[in-house]
């Protein structure tokens, strides 16, 4: 009887977990991301998405800084 408890509950943390990390990322910074990756340069990007330049720079630098805290995080958290 415990078992199937212990079970639930950890998949209950496990969904809450993911599921608030997910709902606070920016998923069009990555849209800008995916086209510099298409494209090959920031400017190609910037054409392909209608936008300046500078807003595809400042669009994956923002990933980049949310990338960068949920890395350091997560190594605090396995080391610690």
Known sequence: MGAPRAVERLRVRFAKM???RMSTFAWDDLRHFLAFARAGSMQSAAIALGVNQSTV???IAGLRSVWAAAWSSATLAAIG
């Open 18 to 20: 993911h599921t608030e």
């Open 57 to 59: 720079q400042r669009r």
